[in-house]
């Protein structure tokens, strides 16, 4: 063969660079239109615009993907690569947008033909790859490494069902599919160039030669066929775009040919279901691990495909793997990909050939381990049989790893509690692999996500891992990005802000500072609070649509939007909700501050409790809703189907943010950063980044309640129980007694005796404890919002001094501290 001409691609280093005027936009619309859609404009549908725009946007961004990729490449700076199973995205349209500054010009070019930008970005599906928290600062991350310049790649699951649709039918939850790829995804791009095998189950062979150490070889009996799908992240304004590639499992063979022409025709199809679903579903679950073989699967599936791409890549660049280290930084998002620590060290050492300890030095000095959960039943441990019988060769290497960890407690003294505390394999419950010891120990630096949640990690989870290795915990606070936060979010605020401060917060979050001095300002104050009942109006416009619930813009906007969860205590405000409603009615003559309580969220299909305490909260707020006594003085609202769009529009229309999980629980919380950055106050306990929150804001401008985490762990030691407390408050016992008694569900009134129960015989979140703190701190904030000026003040406050939350912070601390890897980096 010939040498390859050098060809030139054209885009960014065209002569002309692209025009972003209306004028040529519009064009290139239609253009689109024509060639891409083959649809007359005259006739374009409302997706045929959406596709047409999104690939106008997309033709630009690929002008920055391609030099951003040559960039790093001949560079040879480090690359990061964060793998995780869940990157919560919800839509991208916006966001490239935004980034790219195309905002006026696009939204001016469509106008041309009559059409919305509005309508159309919204017509877009969320890409809801992900559970919650954990997947949806996944997506911050790579917003911010691509705008801080870090050359990030996102390793993940292309799934064909993202998080499930819920629907409330009579109060209930129901769960249906997701079907984010129905309309195609202009987004992505599929590499069938990058494709790599992955192997399950089958044997080892071990060969001997005389005077080598022996050499293992792995011979699957499964193979699948793992395919790379590459989505553009592009950063602010565009100065760089790294890639999410996100892996499909197909069939190495399509049909059995054989099977078929026999006359079997399912059967020839068997193999390439078994292998598609591998990715066909993202498990729904937050706060257990599922322990379906399915799931351990996934988990090997994307990491050892990861894996192979990023030597394949390294090997490109580079004569071998000694300088992995100096060239690669792996950060697994949670131990869902703790596997790849024992792949990577098959890798090395079946491989390509390395020496045990060699291989040790490399894979540890790659990887770091971010921790999102200490609650006991979210720690990944899978049953040894099932390992053995999937990952043969992976298990031979952890019990291996495992050898090497206990001989080195040993040495340094370790007892006997001490060792099984660390060991990888858990020998307790039917002999299981902990996932996070693995992790842990494979791990050059291990985070959690709050400073309170590391220095927990510290004394429970891996409190013996710590005293091994002491310098290897480290505190990385979460972040959001504040261009999807409150840019994109909330245009209105924006506006204000960059009026009143310049535009240097867009490109230097913490600048936000300069508008502290605002708080003071009245004529500053009013405009704010403008902007948020302008966002209110929009919030109570989608409820009357939704639910046909009428509310009030002038009352407080109370919110509580995540998963649900008992730690995370929804039934605390509800609790709290009913409490308020008896006192209305019992006190019409009081001066009530009106409320809107709003609450959205999923439970975990197979999660009885969250799943009854989102039935409590429609069943509650059906009764109040309905009862004229209450002259709409309280209102409830349940909206369903959260995700990352609805977030978007109820983020801005908070006046409080409620963050009050019991202490010690939530690890860090990133809603309690959005609803704050937007300018809402928060009730919270003193739990995950809200200590933190409590530092930058000031102890006038939160507003903090109940136990400490010390307090709530010497509680549980004390065998606390809610009886007592209950008997005592008669705020608390009344509403107890109306949901025992069946007063929110009449047709049905022993339904939630199991949720009452458990406060009066052990009361393990704290609930009842927490209880009157709880409503005295509302009373006090209902006080403060008649007090409009005082209100608006402490808001201004809020939005003034969040940017230290920006996800660019937290990424540039990992790059620095974990990673010495983008700009700065130290090497
Ligand atoms: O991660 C969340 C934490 O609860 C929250 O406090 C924190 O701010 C956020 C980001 O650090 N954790 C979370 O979202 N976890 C999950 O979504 C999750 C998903 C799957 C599994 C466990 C947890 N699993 O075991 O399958």
Known sequence: MSATPKIEPIGAKVPEPRQND?????????????????????????????????????????????????????????????????????????????????TGPIREALKRYNVELDMVELLEPDAALGNGGLGRLAACFMESMASTGVPGVGYGIRYVHGFFRQEIAEGAQVELPETWLVHGNPWEFERRDSSYEIGFGGKVLTQQEPGKPPRHVWRPAERVLAVAFDTPIVGWRGSQVNTLRLWSAQ??????????????????????????????????????????ELRLRQEYFFSAASLQDIIRRHLGENDSLDNLADKVAIQLNDTHPAVSVAELMRLLVDVHGYEWAKAWEITRATFGYTNHTLLPEALEHWPINLFERLLPRQMQIIYQINADVIREASQTGFDGAQISAISLIDEGNGRRVRMGQLAFVGSHAVNGVSALHTELMKETVFRNLHELYPERI??????????????????????????????????????????????????????????????????ADLISDRLAITI?????????????????????????????????????????????????????????????IIHLANDVARVVNSDPSVRDL????????????????????????????????????????????????????LDGANVEMLEHLGEDNIFIFGLTADEVAQRRREAHSGRSIIDETPLLREALDAISAGVFAPESPARYHSLVSNLYNNDWWMICADFEAYWNTQRELDGLFLTQDAWQSKAVHNTARMGWFSSDRSIREYAKDIWQAGPGKVR
């Open 22 to 102: 209306p004028d040529t936009l519009a064009r290139q619309i239609v253009e689109k239109l024509t060639y891409s859609i083959c649809k007359h404009p005259e006739q374009a549908r409302k997706y045929d615009w959406l596709r047409a725009v999104t690939l106008v946007v997309r033709d630009r961004i690929i002008d920055h993907w391609f030099p951003s990729t040559d960039r790093v490449r001949d560079s040879g700076d480090k690359r990061v690569y964060y793998l995780s199973m869940e990157f919560l995205i919800g839509r991208m349209l916006r966001d490239a947008i935004n980034n790219l500054q195309l």
């Open 474 to 539: 480290q505190n990385k606070t979460n972040g959001v990005t504040p261009r999807r936060w409150l840019m994109e979010c909330n245009p209105g605020l924006t506006g204000l802000l960059t009026e009143a401060i310049g535009p240097g917060f867009l490109d230097d979050i913490e600048k936000l500072r300069d508008a502290d001095g605002l708080a003071d300002d009245a004529a500053f104050r009013e405009k704010f609070a403008a902007v948020k009942r302008a966002n209110k109006g929009r919030l």
């Open 634 to 685: 309280l209102k409830i609202v349940f909206i369903p189907n959260y995700n990352v769009s609805l977030a978007e529009i109820i983020m801005p229309a908070a006046d409080l943010s409620e963050q009050i999980s019991t202490a010690g629980l939530e690890a860090s919380g990133t809603g309690n950063m959005k609803f704050a950055l937007n300018g809402a106050l928060t009730i919270g306990t």
């Open 552 to 612: 009030d813009p002038g009352a407080i906007f109370d919110i509580q939007v995540k998963r649900i969860h008992e730690y995370k205590r929804q039934f605390l405000n509800i609790i709290e909700a009913i409490a308020l409603y008896n006192q209305i009615r019992a006190h019409p003559e009081k001066d009530w501050t009106p409320r809107v309580k709003i609450f959205a969220g999923k439970a975990a299909p197979s999660y009885v409790q969250a799943k009854e």
């Open 251 to 292: 069939a190495v063979d399509p049909i059995l040919l054989d099977a078929f022409n026999s006359g079997d025709h399912i059967g020839a199809l068997v193999e390439s279901n078994k292998a598609e679903a591998i990715t066909r579903v993202l498990y729904p679950a937050d706060s257990h691990q599922a322990g379906q």
